[in-house]
């Protein structure tokens, strides 16, 4: 079972039973685990999801209720989204997706992952703006420019960099 560690704001929307921190297995091979957080843009709801090996990020926009209710399916064709604007082949995803057929919740436990998803929210900010708004922003594209930057917790390799060495593409 993979886990996705959820802020506090997040986990009030989600209404689902909550793994204890202390049951969450230890994830040696593949992505492993997720963190997410809930963010507010023009008044939208948006969940912000950030690996915690690789801190690839991706944002799902404009999140409604029924949503909260199928995150692990939201999860999933996001990530499969994300995955094929970065160049990924089809192969490798649908691996990537057959790691996560049972998905559990539970509170975060790493303070330097949410560091790091902090900073990327902030920087997803700023081009939600400079794309004039949650409603005409191309999230997409904004989800490919967060996963180059630098990041020091990786050693100054971006997320995308490390997703790819991670799944020895």
């Known amino acids: 079972m993979r886990i996705i560690h959820c802020t506090q704001k997040l986990l009030k929307q989600l ?4 793994t204890p921190a202390d049951k969450t297995p230890a994830n040696s091979e593949g992505l492993g685990n997720w963190y997410a957080n809930l963010l507010w843009f023009n008044r939208k709801k948006c969940i912000l999801f950030t690996n915690e090996k690789t801190l690839y990020t991706f944002l799902i ?8 209710g199928e995150i692990e399916g939201e999860f999933l064709t996001h990530l499969r989204y994300n995955l094929q604007k970065e160049g990924i082949s089809l192969e490798v995803i649908s691996k990537v997706q057959q790691e996560y057929s049972e998905i559990g919740f539970a509170k975060t436990t790493n303070r330097s992952v949410l ?9 997803c900010e700023g081009y939600i703006i400079d794309g004039g708004g ?7 594209q904004i989800n490919h420019k967060m996963n180059r930057i630098p990041m020091i917790v990786l050693k100054y ?8 060495n991670l799944l020895h593409l």
Do not use: T, W
Not at 15 to 18: F, L
Not at 115 to 123: D, V
């Open 15 to 18: 209404n689902r039973d909550i």
């Open 61 to 68: 926009p404009k999140v409604v209720k029924k949503n909260f």
């Open 115 to 123: 560091s790091s998803m902090n900073k990327l929210a902030y920087l």
């Open 134 to 140: 949650i409603e005409k922003a191309r999230i997409l």
């Open 157 to 164: 390799l971006n997320p995308i960099e490390a997703l790819k």
